[in-house]
């Protein structure tokens, strides 16, 4: 079990990420237009996940307009951005601000996402919802590069290495 803090706060995780060099969980999500996603959907692509708590916050937020931003420059590479939100509410910030290279993505419907991945916060006042972490997939389907932002409130490493 791993330990984040939220304002300087300990918060609990249910696990740990998935490790560097290894196999990456497959994962049921529910896309922007209540269409169902998996890891086997982008086969041959690189994939990076943006995990945050929820698109409405300012942190959160910039995250996925970075890892936009970042995207519009790599080959091959799909960010998918999780959270719990409901699809709508990242689909209408994506659209509002114009974002047209990351897929947002939620975990409300199945609610394995965050358990398999080990990104659940257990205790806090954001239990329930997702730590703030970065995973990257390469086109085999292996881990390669991750990282839990030990406090909730900043900003993931962008310059991910695939």
Do not use: H
Not at 3 to 31: Q, R
């Amino acid at each position: 079990m791993a330990t984040v803090t939220f304002k300087g706060n300990p918060v609990a995780i249910n696990g740990s990420l998935p490790v560097v060099g290894a196999k990456a969980p497959d994962f049921k999500l529910v896309g922007a237009g209540l269409n169902e996603i998996s890891l086997a959907d982008y086969k041959g692509k690189k994939v990076v996940l943006n995990i945050f708590p929820s698109i409405d916050t300012g942190v959160c937020a910039a995250s996925v307009r970075n890892f936009n931003k970042w995207a519009a420059a790599q080959d091959n590479v799909v960010v998918v951005c999780v959270s719990k939100d409901l699809p709508f509410a990242a689909s209408r910030f994506c659209g509002a601000e114009g974002l047209e290279n990351v897929i947002t993505a939620s975990d409300f419907r199945y609610q394995s996402f965050a358990t398999d991945y080990g990104v659940l916060m257990t205790d806090g006042p954001l239990a329930g919802l997702m730590a703030r972490s970065v995973v990257a997939i390469d086109e085999n389907g292996i881990v390669t590069y991750n990282q839990l932002v030990p406090e909730i409130v900043e900003e993931p490493v962008y310059d991910v290495k695939l």
